[in-house]
């Protein structure tokens, strides 16, 4: 005679197609029931009668929400002491509910890179530079990165803003892997907000990822009466269904206020403020609902790095240097970690992928340092310097001593490597980091810089080379300017390269990049040994484009990236 357990794996077997037929609404009514259930209920007590009346049809597919399920209605236990075997089973059977009805993105990480696609197509958006930019407007540029195609390396579409001076710059997704778990959504629209501007656009990349069109445009005066906030930054769709943006300074472009707008995930309305009190400035953030954190970084007040980098401008306190600590479930800043001297102007902040770990780095650019930040054995939250990127002492430059400035930092997939760039230096750095406290440099290649051995700066003192970096060629272009943004491949075996900053900062420290045009190249990457190595083979040259040079910037894929998928 069949065992309790075997009829119950022949029933989730049964009702394998069910689950993926079942209405939404009714997923999300069991899922509501489910945590309701688990939150408020003190009757412990196991109902023998409940697995034998409970229709399994309206399950969601997901195992994790079908844990939930079992856990908060007992589903399938006779007794406490055999529900740890009922859930080791029922994790068993996950590939057999999941195989046919999925969301967005990828279940974990791992699996991510293990199974996700070989990018074909990237999206970037390029910037028209201080010349050409009050009468021409930027776009959003879809690049062939296939090598087996015949546009290998070319700009084949070219979506223009139907407005001028906008800066294009960061872009995120309304769908991603935090919302695996919901077979009705979609990644089918990019974010795109505009520095400058304080516009949103909304793109279409779902009807044809090779041809993006314009499905929803919020204007800044939107923007400005429902959030006071300016200067929109880093997109990151939430497992809520909805969009956030950070942003930088208020609408006036002062470090008095700052923080994160919330859009509706369907129609992309305004939803108002994330956040229940605001921060003086902000820039990046990172969130993991599993630790119940969100952290945020910043960058400067917008009216101040607008008009390009200005040191006296760090000395009155328009940048900054403080890590914000969120409780995501209620919105509230928690604590405020300042980095002090070693930590000025942090950016780009990444948790590490893996949601059961909590810890992750931030780049810290005008101080050239990297730190880890982690939550305590008190359960609070803390940070300490793990790379430190030495000064060069300079002749013919603006300061007698360059900083490195990370200003962009990743993580791969598999956590196992941190990459960053050196935008003044000119150089990518891999870094193995499965010693958490001591990242090892495994890689680095040069690619531009300020440093280059035919320039003008001169360098009396270098603690790390012996001889000032050679320029860099490919296809015969020289590669001006320096390596700046940077995206990792799924696999995390290509890593791809834009060169420009901000287009202010770009014509102040790099005005031959600017009046040339930028650049987009691919760095092949040893994923075992570790190694950074130039194809000279891929390079899309942004001078050559057809309405003038322009500048790239952050790349995106169509099916996520380790920077724009957060997994819960």
Same mark, same amino acid.
């Given at each position: 005679m069949a065992s309790h357990y075997e009829k119950i794996d022949a029933r989730l077997y049964l009702f394998r197609g069910a689950l993926c037929a079942c209405p939404l609404s009714t997923l999300r009514r069991y899922r509501s029931r489910s945590r309701r259930d688990r939150t408020s209920s003190s009757d412990k007590t196991i109902k023998p009668t409940v697995h034998s009346t409970l229709d399994l049809a309206p399950f969601t597919a997901q195992p994790s929400l079908v844990l939930d399920i079992v856990r908060s209605l007992n589903l399938c236990l006779l007794d406490t002491s055999r529900s740890t075997m009922a859930q080791d089973r029922l994790k068993a059977l996950s590939p057999a509910l999941t195989s046919c009805c999925k969301g967005p993105g990828y279940p974990s990480p791992l699996e991510a890179m293990r199974d996700g696609p070989v990018e074909k197509i990237v999206y970037l958006p390029c910037i028209h530079p201080p010349q050409s930019r009050r009468s021409k407007p930027d776009y959003l540029a879809t690049v062939d990165v296939d090598p087996a195609s015949p546009t290998y390396s070319k700009v084949i579409h070219r979506l223009l803003m139907p407005y001028n001076e906008d800066e294009l710059h960061h872009s995120g997704w309304n769908a991603c892997s935090s919302c695996h778990d919901d077979a009705?959504?979609?990644?089918?629209?990019?974010?795109?907000?505009?520095?400058?501007?304080?516009?949103?656009?909304?793109?279409?990349?779902?009807?044809?990822?090779?041809?993006?069109?314009?499905?929803?445009?919020?204007?800044?005066?939107?923007?400005?009466?429902?959030?006071?906030?300016?200067?929109?930054?880093?997109?990151?769709?939430?497992?809520?269904?909805?969009?956030?943006?950070?942003?930088?300074?208020?609408?006036?472009?002062?470090?008095?206020?700052?923080?994160?707008? #919330?859009?509706? =995930?369907? %129609?992309?309305? *305004?939803?108002?403020?994330?956040?229940?009190? !605001?921060? &003086?400035?902000?820039?990046?953030?990172?969130?993991?609902?599993?630790?119940?954190?969100?952290?945020?970084?910043?960058?400067?007040?917008?009216?101040?790095?607008?008009?390009?980098?200005?040191?006296?401008?760090?000395?009155?306190?328009?940048?900054?240097?403080?890590?914000?600590?969120?409780?995501?479930?209620?919105?509230?800043?928690?604590?405020? #970690?300042?980095? =002090?001297? %070693?930590?000025? *102007?942090?950016?780009?902040?990444?948790?590490? !992928?893996? &949601?059961?770990?909590?810890?992750?780095?931030?780049?810290?650019?005008?101080?050239?340092?990297?730190?880890?930040?982690?939550?305590?054995?008190?359960?609070?939250?803390?940070?300490?310097?793990?790379?430190?990127?030495?000064?060069?002492?300079?002749?013919?430059?603006?300061?007698?001593?360059?900083?490195?400035?990370?200003?962009?930092?990743?993580?791969?997939?598999?956590?196992?490597?941190?990459?960053?760039?050196?935008?003044?230096?000119?150089?990518?750095?891999?870094?193995?980091?499965?010693?958490?406290?001591?990242?090892?440099?495994?890689?680095?290649?040069?690619?531009?810089?300020?440093?280059?051995?035919?320039?003008?700066?001169?360098?009396?003192k270098d603690t790390e080379r012996t001889s000032q970096p050679e320029p860099v060629y490919v296809k015969g272009t020289r590669l001006e300017g320096s390596p700046q943004m940077i995206q990792l491949s799924l696999d995390g075996k290509r890593l791809y390269v834009t060169n420009s900053l901000f287009t202010a900062w770009d014509q102040q420290f790099y005005p031959e990049m600017v009046k040339r045009g930028g650049w987009m190249l691919q760095i092949d990457v040893d994923t075992v040994k570790g190694g950074l190595t130039l194809n000279k083979n891929f390079l899309v040259d942004f001078g050559q484009e057809p309405y003038g040079p322009v500048l790239g910037h952050e790349i995106r894929y169509p099916g996520g990236d380790c920077t724009s998928d957060i997994w819960l």
């Open positions: 009705s959504r979609a990644r089918n629209r990019l974010i795109l907000p505009a520095l400058n501007s304080d516009r949103i656009y909304v793109i279409d990349v779902g009807t044809d990822q090779r041809e993006p069109k314009f499905h929803k445009i919020v204007e800044p005066s939107e923007v400005h009466s429902k959030t006071g906030l300016g200067a929109p930054h880093t997109t990151h769709c939430l497992g809520s269904g909805e969009v956030m943006i950070s942003m930088i300074g208020d609408a006036d472009g002062n470090a008095t206020k700052s923080g994160f707008m #919330l859009l509706d =995930g369907n %129609d992309f309305s *305004i939803q108002g403020n994330w956040e229940k009190s !605001h921060i &003086p400035m902000g820039y990046d953030y990172w969130y993991q609902p599993r630790h119940d954190v969100m952290i945020s970084t910043e960058w400067g007040a917008p009216r101040a790095w607008r008009c390009g980098f200005d040191p006296k401008d760090v000395e009155t306190g328009l940048y900054g240097q403080r890590l914000y600590v969120w409780r995501w479930s209620t919105h509230e800043k928690i604590q405020t #970690l300042d980095l =002090g001297q %070693d930590g000025l *102007i942090p950016l780009e902040i990444r948790f590490l !992928h893996d &949601p059961a770990q909590a810890m992750g780095y931030v780049g810290c650019a005008l101080s050239s340092s990297v730190f880890r930040f982690y939550k305590t054995g008190a359960g609070d939250w803390a940070a300490e310097k793990v790379i430190q990127i030495p000064n060069k002492t300079v002749e013919g430059w603006a300061l007698p001593e360059m900083p490195g400035l990370i200003t962009d930092i990743l993580i791969s997939l598999d956590d196992r490597f941190l990459y960053f760039s050196n935008w003044l230096h000119g150089d990518i750095r891999q870094y193995d980091i499965t010693d958490r406290r001591r990242p090892k440099l495994v890689g680095q290649v040069f690619l531009g810089g300020s440093i280059q051995s035919d320039g003008n700066v001169k360098v009396t």
